[in-house]
């Protein structure tokens, strides 16, 4: 494994990489021009969202404009366009930073995401510079509300299936839309469609379509779970004409855009459920203790303050893992020099490098929101089961997060598939790590593993990380030697492998930030990191050893001899002192009773 930092990073570091070997971004070191960003948002969040939920609830959509036009009057709207369009054209940190305190209203949120994400940034990243000058100004101020229209009644997950026509007219100088387009955010009040169709039978293309074309009509509002402040509508193209001026990017290459939009989608989304779930832990703490049962708040029981310890920890690990790419990105794009700054393809470029870890946030935060919000409702009782408390609105706006942006087992599936295509061309180089564990198996005796003491490199915590990576390798190994190409074919292996390099992931991603806090912020005044840092470095690493036997026991099913030597390797690797979990879920707990809030 390297153990010396690169200048640039790469896509997968974390697989490659020693534990604690490199810098990486946390929200420990946010710039003040960054926290200033983050503390508009949350004074247009008290000021104009909060209050008017209830009727934002009940679909009224011109409130909903009004108050994305606020948004846009502070920028908020064209923060992710480039400035020569009229835009802010702010870091990515930034961006997720607004994202993160947007998304504590998942109906605003899904709003403005779709006018700030799939709306505008097909045009920002695969525009010719007319659509950007007619479009994106407008886009940024909020006057033309967009949406984006992919998916399809017979094609969601295969979305490339999509039936909607665009057949060439007028010797080629206009083409003709029909279709229909279903579950599209923003369509009740969408001025432009970004819609995807098959030119001449199978040339996947994208159009911009402008919704007062003859031709397109809206189907009734869908009745959704939850998100109910947003619209999402069918959308139906019934021969609607388009000037040639409309197609987006080139014909047959709208894959590059769904694919494209969807990696930066995911990394949003990541982050968007982390700021759900903070606002649900900071409502269900109010309440606990608030809330008297056998004449004392609820929040005094250790079976709700597990639930705490279980919510902070999780969230503060999801935080660690979101702003490490955020930060990645940054770095990758500030490198680009010159004029290739401004070139979308770069930016592409440097955006797709990140995928695994796109979809890695996208599938864990997910997660983490959905069980967050499950505590939430848990922890209100029977009171949670109530309209009247915004947790049951929380429990089910956070359910469509493991559905969009690519589902998660769609998700779960290129995470894996990803990284066997990096090591194929040669950019991840698994052999070596290969070596390294068979060189630890090789040891003729067990390692020593740190005490638990307190220590402000994190030994015990690193030595869980580094023995977690062994165990990975080591397993995806196993699953590569037995099934080879056809391994694609394997989901259930596929998914197993997911969860063993999402735990990773996350688990490297927690020490590394805590490593930093220690560093920038002292030892003392990091006691409730550290205490989080070792409670999801314990449960990621027991979820990887469980992950692996499971998978281990497959692989191997119809061979006893190699059964058995995979599970010697599996204790070698797993040995490890046992960690006092409920004492740390007590530390961290008792900082979020504090705190009445994520005590980060
Ligand atoms: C509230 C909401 C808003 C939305 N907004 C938009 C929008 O603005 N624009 C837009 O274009 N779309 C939008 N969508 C659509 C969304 O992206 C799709 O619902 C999603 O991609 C899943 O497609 P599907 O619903 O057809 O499910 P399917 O693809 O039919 O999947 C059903 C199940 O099968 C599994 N599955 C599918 N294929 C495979 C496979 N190859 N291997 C293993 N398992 C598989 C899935 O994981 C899932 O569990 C929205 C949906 C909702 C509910």
């Known amino acids: 494994m390297q153990d010396t930092p690169e200048t640039t990073p790469t896509g997968v570091g974390f697989l490659t990489r020693k534990v604690g070997s490199e810098e990486i971004q946390t929200p420990e070191q946010f710039t003040e021009e960054q926290q200033m960003f983050a503390s508009t948002v949350r004074d247009f969040m008290n000021k104009e969202v909060y209050p008017r939920i209830d009727d934002l609830e009940e679909k009224d959509f011109d409130q909903m404009i009004e108050v994305l036009d606020k948004a846009a009057e502070l920028g908020l709207v064209r923060i992710g366009i480039p400035e020569e369009y009229g835009g802010l054209g702010v870091d990515k940190t930034t961006t997720m930073l607004v994202m993160e305190e947007i998304s504590k209203y998942a109906g605003f949120s899904a709003t403005y995401g779709a006018q700030t994400g799939i709306g505008m940034e097909p045009i920002i990243y695969f525009g010719t510079e007319e659509q950007k000058q007619k479009w994106l100004p407008k886009l940024g101020s909020a006057e033309t509300i967009g949406a984006y229209a992919l998916t399809e009644p017979g094609s969601g997950s295969d979305a490339l299936a999509a039936k909607t026509k665009a057949e060439p007219v007028d010797g080629g100088e206009a083409y003709e839309i029909t279709g229909t387009k279903m579950w599209i955010t923003n369509a009740g009040f969408a001025d432009l469609f970004t819609v995807f169709c098959q030119v001449e039978g199978d040339k996947f293309t994208a159009f911009l379509v402008e919704a007062d074309r003859d031709g397109v009509s809206l189907g009734p509002e869908e009745h959704k779970m939850g998100q109910h402040g947003s619209s999402t509508r069918q959308v139906n193209f019934d021969q609607v004409k388009v000037p040639k001026e409309n197609i987006l990017g080139e014909i047959g290459k709208g894959h590059k855009i769904a694919f494209n939009i969807l990696n930066i989608g995911r990394f949003k989304l990541g982050v968007g459920s982390l700021g759900g779930a903070k606002r649900v832990l900071e409502l269900s703490v109010k309440y606990a203790k608030d ?20 919510m902070a920890t999780e969230l503060y690990a999801l935080e660690s893992s979101c702003y490490r790419v955020a930060g990645y990105m940054d770095q990758t794009l500030s490198k680009i020099e010159g004029t290739a700054a401004d070139d979308p393809k770069k930016i592409l470029e440097a ?26 409702v848990q922890i209100h009782g029977g009171y949670g089961y109530s309209s009247e408390y915004e947790v049951e609105r929380a429990y089910r706006d956070s359910r469509i997060s493991r559905i969009y942006e690519g589902t998660n087992e769609i998700n779960r599936m290129l995470i894996p598939g990803l990284i066997l295509k990096r090591t194929m061309k040669g950019e991840i180089k698994l052999f070596e790590l290969i070596e390294d564990v068979e060189a630890a198996l090789g040891e003729s005796s067990r390692p020593t593993p740190p005490g638990q003491d307190d220590d402000p490199e994190l030994s015990f915590e690193q030595y869980l990380c580094t023995r977690g990576k062994m165990m990975v390798v080591y397993t995806a190994n196993q699953a590569i030697q037995k099934h080879m190409a056809n391994l694609r074919e394997q989901q259930e292996i596929l998914l197993n492998l997911a969860d063993l390099l999402i735990e990773l992931y996350v688990m490297d991603s927690t020490i590394n930030r805590t490593l930093q806090a220690i560093r920038d912020e002292g030892f003392d005044e990091t006691r409730i990191h550290r205490a989080a840092t070792r409670l999801k470095a314990t449960r990621a690493f027991n979820a990887i050893r469980d992950l692996s036997e499971t998978l281990l026991s497959h692989l191997a099913a119809d061979d006893a001899d190699k059964l058995n030597s995979h599970f010697e390797a599996l204790d070698q690797l797993s040995f490890r002192p046992r960690v006092d979990q409920i ?5 961290i707990a008792e900082a979020v009773v504090d705190a009445e809030k994520y005590p980060f």
């Open 351 to 376: 955006i797709e490098e990140f995928a695994v870890e796109d979809s890695i946030i996208k599938v864990y935060g997910s997660e983490v929101a959905n069980d967050v919000a499950d505590h939430g």
């Open 291 to 310: 809330r008297e049962q056998f004449d004392q708040p609820i929040s005094d029981f250790g079976a709700i303050r597990s639930k705490f310890a279980d």
């Open 583 to 587: 004492g740390l879920e007590r530390i």
